[in-house]
């Protein structure tokens, strides 16, 4: 299993982002993916999940409204596009699946809301 994070960068608030992650290594379309961030000093937190049937999608109240995850079966890929951005969505972004059991995560990519 390998998952690989793009699109993260530095933006002012207000902003907007579109994160990817790229999956292989096991059959995407069939397995619910997740986002989750970790900002310095606090412990990771689920951001949103995307589930593999029909698609129905699971936000943290912290990011409804403003967040969208989507999925591309064909391609293996999940976004996460990110508006109205605050500088507390700064964190390192992280993405998810648990396969067999195990928990998978990519390297991460570094989203900063800043002025």
């Known amino acids: 299993v390998q998952l690989v994070e793009s699109g993260g960068g530095l933006v002012q608030p207000g902003g907007s982002l579109r994160l990817s992650c790229a999956a292989s290594?096991?059959?995407?379309?069939?397995?619910?993916m997740n986002w989750y961030r970790q900002a310095p000093g606090k412990e990771r937190e689920l951001v949103v999940t995307?589930?593999?049937?029909?698609?129905?999608?699971n936000y943290a109240d912290s990011v409804k409204g403003r967040f969208t995850i989507s999925r591309d079966n064909a391609k293996g890929t999940v976004y996460l596009q990110m508006n109205s951005l605050k500088p507390e969505d700064t964190a390192m972004y992280y993405c998810?699946?648990?396969?067999?059991?195990?928990?998978?995560w990519g390297q991460g990519t570094q989203v900063t809301v800043s002025s």
């Open positions: 290594g096991f059959t995407f379309s069939i397995y619910v």
């Open positions: 995307i589930f593999s049937a029909g698609g129905s999608t």
């Open positions: 998810n699946v648990r396969f067999r059991g195990n928990d998978y």
